[in-house]
């Protein structure tokens, strides 16, 4: 990002108070431009090609597929001269596509994982000795369907700020997952039902439960 801010300040100079002082066959934006993007390039593709934290994935794959092309390229002092020069983009299409593999991979699990946590805590409160909330008049237990929701959405809208394409790929994905989720939820629903027929609040549970449905309608 430091980088950047210094490429774009850098040839914002050049277009406002360097370019007119020679020939335009000079090219001495587009000798500029080119100059920072390939040294990107290059330690994009360094980084792409070392060990990298699911974190680190993220953020390149931003830079390469966001920050660069639409704040950089598109800045307003500076798309016109950018758009004269053919710069291409910062990694190779093989190895982009790898690191995008290795973030959707790793962002499944991270939400698949965030389902199984949300769903291993109702089933905590079905155990707890606590009668669920009332929500206008009706017995309800919405937090489940709240966590699910939030955890897709977020998983989805950090996909969509790489691209639209990666975003796309990870909620088809994520909508795979989400049938699986509700049979997890189903069993365990239905093991409550039959094993703790005991328990002081059982009826509210199961109608706070069947209620809950129409959050994942």
């Known amino acids: 990002l430091h980088m950047g801010k210094t490429m774009k300040e850098d040839l914002t100079v050049v277009v406002k108070y360097i370019i007119q002082l020679y020939p335009p066959e000079f090219n001495v934006f587009g000798t500029y431009a080119e100059l920072y993007h390939n040294y990107f390039a290059s330690q994009a593709k360094k980084s792409a090609e070392s060990r990298l934290e699911d974190k680190d994935i993220y953020l390149l794959l931003s830079w390469v597929h966001n920050i660069y092309p639409k704040d950089m ?23 982009s596509k790898e690191l995008e593999k290795k973030y959707l991979d790793s962002e499944e699990v991270t939400v698949k994982n965030m389902l199984s946590r949300c769903l291993d805590k109702e089933i905590q409160r079905w155990k707890e000795d606590k009668e669920p909330e009332m929500l206008n008049g009706h017995f309800q237990s919405e937090l489940l369907g709240i966590f699910v929701i939030q955890s897709i959405y977020s998983g989805q809208k950090r996909a969509q700020d790489i691209s639209r394409a990666v975003g796309e790929e990870l909620s088809q994905r994520l909508l795979k997952e989400l049938p699986a989720f509700l049979r997890s939820y189903r069993d365990a629903f239905e093991e409550f039902k039959e094993k703790s027929t005991k328990h002081t609040y059982y009826k509210p549970i199961l109608i706070a439960n069947i209620n809950n449905c129409w959050n994942f309608r």
């Open 73 to 95: 390229r598109k800045d307003p002092a500076l798309a016109k001269e950018l758009d004269k020069v053919k710069l291409g983009s910062l990694l190779p299409s093989s190895l």
